[in-house]
């Protein structure tokens, strides 16, 4: 069994824990996915760098109320997802290529789980490999939760891990879940062709804000999308396409 002075489980924000005063000692990060974390693959970033696209075009649908003379033809979506994910896709890459490159560093691709007290056993797709450490950090960060009626319907579906990397946006989108993600989403989607519906058990929406700005906000958005507020998803049905 390999010994490790650190193990590090999640290269997300984990990633960020080794820094130059770890240089002597033996550290191993274990990833399961990506490099970088929700962060710059799925969340914060390109969504903020969609929301932002979304943002330049209802300025020229609007346009008009500043006075300005200008038509919207249309919003390239899979031009401006490649041109993000592009970007996005080769930070996370170099940073693996970084980290695998340093001599002190052992990258394990896989999913870790305990197997005893400081010893790990990672599973990948080249088999398993045991492991023990002097220390280990658990930075495996979050993931979206997918209602129970959705996964027993076995039909597609998306998350906001996702849904960002589609290949064109859908002829009317269904988003479960109100909070902040539900919201930024809900405008890119909206303001690049899709009809959006919006279902949230509780009565506003941004239910984590202050009351006065998610009662604002919903009243806000009624006008541009439809709202099913204090409804809980029991049921899902359809065909595949």
């Known amino acids: 069994m390999r010994h490790h002075d650190l193990v590090v489980i999640g290269a997300g924000s984990g990633n960020a824990v080794i820094d130059d005063s770890f240089a002597d000692l033996d550290v191993a990060i274990v990833e399961e996915r990506w490099f970088g974390g929700t962060c710059l693959n799925a969340g914060c970033i390109p969504s903020k760098m969609l929301a932002y696209t979304a943002h330049v075009a209802r300025t020229v649908r609007e346009a008009g109320t500043y006075d300005v003379d200008a038509d919207l033809r249309a919003v390239h979506w899979r031009e401006a997802r ?7 896709d080769a930070e996370r890459d170099e940073g693996r290529t970084g980290r695998e490159q340093q001599d002190a560093v052992t990258v394990y691709e896989g ?20 492991v023990s450490a002097g220390q280990i950090v658990v930075a495996v960060g979050g993931r979206p ?3 129970g009626p959705v996964v027993e319907a076995g039909l597609p579906y998306e998350t906001s891990d996702t849904v960002m990397r589609i290949d064109a946006p859908p002829r009317h989108l ?4 109100g909070g902040y993600i539900a919201a930024e ?14 279902v949230e058990k509780e009565e506003h929406l941004l239910g984590e804000q202050d009351e006065t700005v998610r009662e604002r906000f919903t009243d806000l958005v009624r006008s541009r999308y439809e709202l099913r ?5 029991t049921a899902v049905g359809g065909q595949p396409r």
């Open 229 to 233: 507020l204090s409804r809980e998803l």
């Open 145 to 147: 939760v997918v209602p």
């Open 111 to 130: 999913t870790a789980r305990f197997t005893g007290p400081r010893t790990l056993r990672i599973e990948g797709v080249d088999g398993a490999v045991d």
């Open 185 to 198: 989403l809900a405008d890119v989607f909206a303001e690049t062709g899709s009809s959006v519906t919006i």
């Open 82 to 88: 490649d041109r993000i994910f592009a970007r996005l």
């Open 174 to 177: 269904a988003i479960l879940g």
